[in-house]
């Protein structure tokens, strides 16, 4: 569990941008597995979830329960992650 898993669960754009300018792992594996993209999705915030993904967070990344963001996702959310998906 990183700064940047706390910051996308509580849908802190702002310390998220920093974190990740600064240098911070938009892949980086916290609690069961969870990249900061799932907990972004959690938090419903799609700015956040675009932003991770521009820079480099990987849509399609499994827990140890073998969830995607995808399933966690709030349906404005869920759309543009299955747009990904169609330029797959």
Same mark, same amino acid.
């Given at each position: 569990?990183?700064?940047? $898993?706390? *910051?996308?669960? #509580? /849908?802190w754009l702002e310390v998220v941008t920093v974190l990740v300018e600064g240098g911070a &792992?938009?892949?980086? +594996? /916290?609690?069961?597995? @969870?990249?900061?993209? $799932? @907990?972004?999705?959690?938090?419903?915030?799609? &700015?956040?979830?675009?932003?991770? !993904?521009? $820079? /480099? *967070?990987?849509?399609? *990344? +499994? &827990?140890? +329960? /073998?969830?995607?963001?995808? @399933? #966690?996702?709030?349906? $404005? !959310?869920?759309? #543009?992650?299955?747009?990904? +998906? *169609?330029?797959?």
């Amino acid at each position: 569990w990183t700064a940047l $898993h706390e *910051a996308c669960s #509580y /849908g802190w754009l702002e310390v998220v941008t920093v974190l990740v300018e600064g240098g911070a &792992n938009v892949n980086a +594996k /916290g609690l069961d597995d @969870d990249t900061p993209l $799932h @907990d972004a999705t959690t938090s419903g915030n799609l &700015n956040m979830v675009k932003f991770l !993904i521009e $820079h /480099g *967070a990987d849509p399609f *990344a +499994k &827990n140890t +329960k /073998g969830r995607t963001p995808s @399933d #966690y996702a709030a349906p $404005h !959310i869920l759309e #543009y992650l299955q747009s990904l +998906k *169609a330029f797959q």
